[in-house]
């Protein structure tokens, strides 16, 4: 699928030769005013300059694909850059979404989340405003969450252990590893820092589930000046004391998955019920690490933000949506939106969560409980300030599945960087700048 570069009027995706490099072409995409949405109907010229790596002559032919970062092509064909440099490909999109210009290398093969190794892509936005959510709100939407939120209340005792830390270069903070109690005899885990710079506060707090994959270690605890930071992995085992050791955990917890569910941890259960669901308990028992720790003596209440991305993006969604203690966010490429993206034409975020569920069986479980988990959907319960990023050339968060839950916001104060050329990550200086926006 597709991928990254720079942010400028003009967008540039390039790759850098190296001898270690396979693919035997590296491609710069351009088009003018990359940032500029545009209204539907109205043509894009994308320009795709090829580079032979090798000997000039002998890198075969590339493929070339405009479509709309999902089922509908527009153009696809086979060129040999001998012949044909740069590429001219020329279109426009008739509905609401992302036109995207992708070169391949031959033989380098596409991953679930990425184009592939040497592979490039770009995109523009079409009206994206009007971008809806594939799959329709359930009407018992809020009424599931909570009840849910308040049978975790009634049935299951919070349960609260915190166990002081000593991480090295943490001068100046209190660390605690804390965790709460969650449905099924599970738990949360997470890694709280408080300053400790004979100040007394109170701080604002500062909320983040990390992205996917192992999460945080011990060793990775998050101190900021003047700031109490709570940071909540999904995963239900305690954070080993390095990331190493944090990462066979994962890897032995995605094992014990795949041998109950036959898919890993972001799609667990999902076929089963919407409370099999791996990110069911994790939700509930964050959403209650949240409330422990706003009550905490050092916390200034008016003050409470969430930032995060990618699986942390969409989990912010979750959480501003249920939790009422928050006062801002910032969310950066979100996942976990528009599970029914497909059902329109589009890809939807990461996980994919009906389409990596299992067999053809168990997709259609999948799809009655996957809008019950769907970030677009705990949007509309968000109605404080939030900031978003979306990258234009992401193929693990489409920049669709990303609009779709900014669209959704029920808040009046909220608004969205587009960063042409970046894929799945923020550019530093942007990351910067919302940090700044959180903190005024």
């Known amino acids: 699928m597709y ?9 540039c995706v390039v790759i850098a030769s190296s001898s270690a490099f396979a693919a035997p072409y590296a491609f710069k995409i351009t088009c003018k005013d990359p940032a500029r949405m545009r209204p539907v109907g109205e043509e894009t010229e994308f320009r795709i300059q090829c580079t032979d790596l090798r000997k000039a002559g002998v890198g075969g032919e590339v493929e070339v694909r405009l479509d ?36 391949f290398n031959p033989g380098v093969a596409e991953t679930p989340f990425g184009l592939g190794k040497g592979n490039e892509c770009a995109s523009v936005g079409y009206e994206p405003e009007k971008i809806r959510p594939g799959f329709p709100r359930p009407a018992d939407f809020d009424t599931y969450w909570q009840g849910e939120r308040e049978r975790l209340r009634r049935d299951v005792p919070i349960d609260v252990r915190r166990e002081p830390l000593s991480v090295k270069g943490r001068k100046g903070f209190k660390l605690w590893k804390v965790s709460f109690a969650t449905f099924g005899g599970k738990r949360v885990w997470g890694l709280l820092s408080v300053p400790d710079n004979g100040s007394k506060g109170p701080w604002p707090l500062k909320v983040n589930v990390p992205g996917a994959g192992p999460a945080c270690s011990e060793a990775q605890v998050v101190t900021e000046a003047g700031t109490v930071t709570l940071v909540m992995n999904v995963h239900p085992f305690e954070p080993a004391r390095t990331p190493k050791e944090q990462d066979a955990k994962y890897k032995a917890q995605d094992k014990r998955l795949v041998e109950k569910y036959g898919v890993t941890y972001a799609t ?44 942390g993006g969409g989990f912010g969604m979750y959480l501003m949506g249920l939790n009422k203690n928050f006062t801002k966010g910032f969310v950066w490429i979100c996942a976990l939106a528009d599970h029914g ?34 970030a677009c959907h705990f949007a509309p319960l968000v109605k404080v300030p939030v900031r978003m990023t979306a990258g234009l050339a992401d193929v693990c968060c489409p920049p669709p599945s990303v609009w779709s839950a900014y669209n959704s916001l029920g808040s009046t104060d909220k608004k969205i960087v587009p960063c042409p050329g970046v894929g799945h990550h923020i550019p530093g200086g942007l990351r910067a700048q919302q940090q700044r926006w959180l903190a005024q």
């Open 341 to 374: 993206g497909y059902r329109v034409g589009r890809t939807p975020g990461w996980p994919r969560l009906v389409a990596r569920s299992g067999d053809e069986a168990a997709q259609k479980v999948a799809e009655r409980h996957a809008p019950y988990f769907d």
């Open 268 to 311: 667990a259960g999902i076929a089963v019920s919407r409370e099999e669901c791996f990110f069911h308990d994790a939700i509930l028992g964050i959403d209650r690490a949240v409330d422990w720790a706003v009550a905490l003596p050092e916390v200034d209440r008016s003050r409470v933000w969430y930032y995060g991305g990618s699986q």
């Open 3 to 11: 991928r990254l570069a720079k942010l400028s009027r003009t967008l």
């Open 68 to 103: 709309n970062f999902g089922t509908k092509t527009i153009i696809s064909r086979k060129v040999d850059p001998a012949k044909e440099n740069p590429i001219i490909l020329k279109g426009t999109l008739d509905e609401p979404g992302f036109l995207r210009a992708a070169a």
